[in-house]
């Protein structure tokens, strides 16, 4: 690493995600190339973390800059690719759900009260059920009684 930390009580050589603010905000406006591979492995990794909201606390005040447009798309592109996977995840449970259930597509949606091709948006991924929905969804795949559930 080409910078040093001073006043702050970590280390740039400090796993990422251990270092204060400031050391992020010495990273990102006196580092280079170099400096910033680990925090952007870090962001890649956990694009919703700790390090990624600090990334982009720092790029809401920020003046604009190669750095900052640097830094706004490693957080826009890593988010994409988390939500990406996270679709992709969601699509194959509802694919094995229905698949579980041994029941046609079209009777499968009737159960989980959809239409057959809402259910086929769900399991190539184009859209993702609400959370409610994709408990039926996983209850039917599990041959529970898709009825209503009491207390």
């Given amino acids: ?3 040093s930390f001073r006043n ?4 740039p050589s400090d796993p990422v995600a251990t270092w204060p603010f400031e050391g992020l905000v010495i990273v990102l406006e006196r580092g280079l190339v170099a400096d910033w591979q680990p925090l952007i492995t870090e962001v890649k990794h956990h694009p919703w973390g700790v390090t990624a909201r600090r ?3 720092y790029l809401g005040y920020a003046a604009p800059s190669p750095v900052t447009r640097l830094f706004s798309l490693v957080l826009e592109r890593a988010r994409a690719v988390a939500d990406a996977e996270d679709r992709a995840q969601v699509a194959a449970r509802v694919r094995a759900a229905i698949t579980r ?3 046609t597509a079209a009777a499968f949606a009737t159960a989980a009260g959809t239409s057959a091709s809402r259910l086929s948006t769900y399991a190539n991924g184009k859209v993702v059920p609400s ?3 994709l408990l039926r969804i996983e209850r039917i795949g599990a041959g529970e009684s898709p009825s209503l559930r009491l207390g």
Wanted: no cysteine; glycine share 6%; net charge negative.
């Fill in 8 to 11: 702050i009580d970590a280390s």
């Fill in 55 to 57: 990334v982009e606390s």
């Fill in 101 to 103: 259930s041994g029941l």
């Fill in 1 to 3: 690493m080409t910078v």
């Fill in 131 to 133: 959370a409610a929905l």
